[in-house]
């Protein structure tokens, strides 16, 4: 039922966090979250407790630059937001939330920011109408200087990494696949995705940069893809290695994650506006059976 039907308002958040000080996107009981204070500067500004639906459920030091969410308000709530000011709701909501979260964050002031809020289009869902997300990754290997200002989302790797290899192995990942062997299962979940994007490039200063795109991402599966993916560069498996253990399904020992801290969600896709609704149907009746994992 969208939330127009039921005589509310959904409001759309563009968010850009450092995930370093947190753990991860979900809210929990006591560890701090970047949901969790987003929800509590929310409370705020409209005085009850507001929830938030992600596009993505970034792990714990992960960070985003594009990330976006949604949340409901009542009619009154929503032309509340301007508090008798001359401007329109969603840029008061904006401020108003920045100014909250600053309060809220005290000296992590500034490592959550509200890019952008505005009024959802009709049939919105921040998560399932998504068409696609991106990551980014950022990896400066044995012979790459290591530049003590970017080590806070960079991997400093010890040993040098062939970026062709590693782009030999991504390449078969490619399409529509089951990625067990590259995901943290969750019972009664879907580990079948669309990789649609799955490169390394290496910059003129050496630096190994990932860029990673799918429809949906399921748990842990860009830094598993990744870690297996450093194997290969290393030279320790062939580059056919990475296939092979997807067609099998395989987790074993080998099966490790990359660091946390280089990962950055960069871009979450909609449709036009007039498709929103759609495509939310669309990707709910997909992983209705089973039940889809968080993204």
Known sequence: MTPEYRGLIRARLDVAYDGG????WGIQPVERTVQGVIEQ????????????????????????????????????????LRRGHDEVPEDSLKRRLNGALGM?????????????ASRAPLGFDARFSALWRRYSYRIADGSTYKDPLQRAITLWHERDLDVALMNQAATPLLGLQDFQAFAKPREGSTTVRTLQRFEFLQDS???????????????????????????VGEGQERP????????AGIRDAKSVLAAPHPLILEEVHYPHETEMHERAVLTRTRRAVPAAVLD
Request: charged share 25%.
């Open 41 to 80: 500067a929310l409370a705020v500004i409209v005085r009850r407790p507001v929830r938030l639906t992600v596009a993505g459920r970034t792990d714990a030091g992960v960070h985003a630059r594009g990330q976006v969410a949604h949340f409901d308000l009542t009619p009154e709530e929503w032309d509340g």
């Open 104 to 116: 809220v964050l005290r000296e992590l002031r500034g490592t959550v920011q509200i890019v952008d």
């Open 205 to 231: 200063d050496g630096v190994i940069k990932l860029n990673i795109q799918a429809d949906a991402f399921c748990h842990n599966m860009v830094r598993a893809l990744l870690g297996a993916s450093l194997r």
């Open 21 to 24: 000080p947190y753990s991860g």
């Open 240 to 247: 056919e290695w990475m296939h092979e253990r997807l067609i």
